[in-house]
């Protein structure tokens, strides 16, 4: 590591999509989705960029798209199609592609040789991914309907949770 804070990491592991590589980094056992063509996703996104007042710092941005040709995310080449809910890669993100895209999905970033860009599946379409202080990780795989649900959890409510 350097003074500025860059590791230098073996990319032999990652895979080429488009001018994009990529890893996962986490990926549930069982997986929703997975992303499609068509998808109304949105992802948390992790990067290294700028404030106002010209402080760098690590930042993260919710981006909620649609999947697919003519999108803001494209079906292939972008890293992020095929990702399960819950899945959480590393894309590196060579310059020419960070300024014609990323750069304006993404408040801050810096324009280096080779972004890091961490990224999680938060919602694909109904479904949705969400994480607790308690470590806890659900996937509701479909909305609740207030019919069937007469109250919602609340701090103290005790729940029982089947898994294999």
């Not at 993260?60 to 003519?70: D, S, V």
């Not at 324009?111 to 694909?124: A, C, G, H, K």
């Not at 991914?129 to 701090?155: I, N, Q």
């Amino acid at each position: 590591e350097d003074e500025e804070g860059i590791v230098e990491e073996d990319l032999s592991d990652y895979i080429t999509e488009g001018d994009i590589l990529y890893k996962t980094l986490w990926k549930p056992k069982d997986c929703a989705g997975p992303t499609d063509d068509g998808d109304d996703v949105t992802m948390v996104m992790e990067y290294y960029g700028q404030k106002e007042d010209g402080t760098e710092v690590e930042m993260e941005h919710a981006l909620t798209t649609k999947i697919g040709r003519g999108q803001t995310i494209r079906s292939k080449g972008d890293g992020l199609f095929g990702m399960c809910l819950g899945e959480h890669r590393r894309l590196v993100i060579p310059q020419h592609v960070l300024r014609n895209k990323y750069k304006q999905l993404l408040p801050g970033i810096l324009d280096s040789v080779n972004t890091y860009l961490e990224v999680e599946v938060t919602r694909i379409n109904q479904m949705s991914w969400h994480k607790f202080e308690s470590g806890l990780l659900m996937a509701m795989l479909e909305p609740v309907e207030s019919e069937y649900c007469s109250r919602t959890v609340v701090a103290g409510d005790t729940l029982a949770v089947e898994y294999e």
